[in-house]
T-cell receptor, first 117, second 114 residues
């Protein structure tokens, strides 16, 4: 199989605090992980591509200093929302590729619901 | 640049009826096409994908899709809808050299009625 987990599944925080979301590939090594953001009733928007051992590549319009991504190992990537504000409230989903082939399927985590008060 | 258009943000069918969810893409290079399903408050699950070869692709849960290059389409079908099919469906495209990045359509909410 190809299982991707996320932790936490749901988090509520106060405005101005930072929140860390973990994405783990449980039964495979992921050379590449992706972070998406999904607003209610909308599609997924790619935020950044995370490669193990290197800096993440951010999509246009995504603030790299606000959304810190660390891909420390082949099974773990973290997204830290720094100084969170209510407009950062969203559903954050990660995905992972098993390998570098362009045909590789992305396996998605169950998502993390962030609510900033 | 590539893009995906899903016609119809909401589709409603009767249980047992044909399901047809439309997806058109725009890509300057040969695309790789995917359909994902999302249940409430969950991540995405791959239904099927087209990369190369046979243009009619069969996926899980009885779904299939046909890649039609001349129509730039990749519509998703299922002969007989089941109540458990009610969910959000996303069409997505990537291409070789694109770093496996997916571009998603806006999604179609499928409702199945008795």
């Amino acid at each position: 199989g190809a299982v991707v987990s996320q932790h936490p599944s749901r988090v509520i925080c106060k405005s101005g605090t930072s929140v860390k979301i973990e994405c783990r590939s449980l039964d495979f090594q992921a050379t590449t992980m992706f972070w998406y953001r999904q607003f209610p009733k909308q599609s997924l928007m790619l935020m950044a591509t995370s490669n193990e051992g290197s800096k993440a590549t951010y999509e246009q319009g995504v603030e790299k200093d606000k959304f810190l991504i660390n891909h420390a190992s082949l099974t773990l990537s973290t997204l830290t929302v720094t100084s969170a504000h209510p407009e950062d409230s969203s559903f954050y989903i990660c995905s992972a590729n098993k390998g570098g082939s362009f045909q590789e399927t992305q396996y998605f985590g169950p998502g993390t619901r962030l609510l900033v008060l | 640049a590539q893009s995906v258009t899903q016609l119809g943000s909401h589709v409603s069918v009767s249980e047992g009826a044909l399901v047809l969810l439309r997806c058109n893409y725009s890509s300057s290079v040969p695309p790789y096409l995917f359909w994902y399903v999302q249940y409430p408050n969950q991540g995405l699950q791959l239904l099927l994908k087209y990369t190369t070869g046979a243009t009619l692709v069969k996926g899980i849960n009885g779904f299939e899709a046909e890649f039609k290059k001349s129509e730039t389409s990749f519509h998703l079908t299922k002969p007989s809808a089941h109540m458990s099919d009610a969910a959000e469906y996303f069409c997505a495209v990537s291409f070789t050299g694109g770093g496996n990045k997916l571009t998603f359509g806006t999604g179609t909410q499928l409702k199945v009625e008795l």
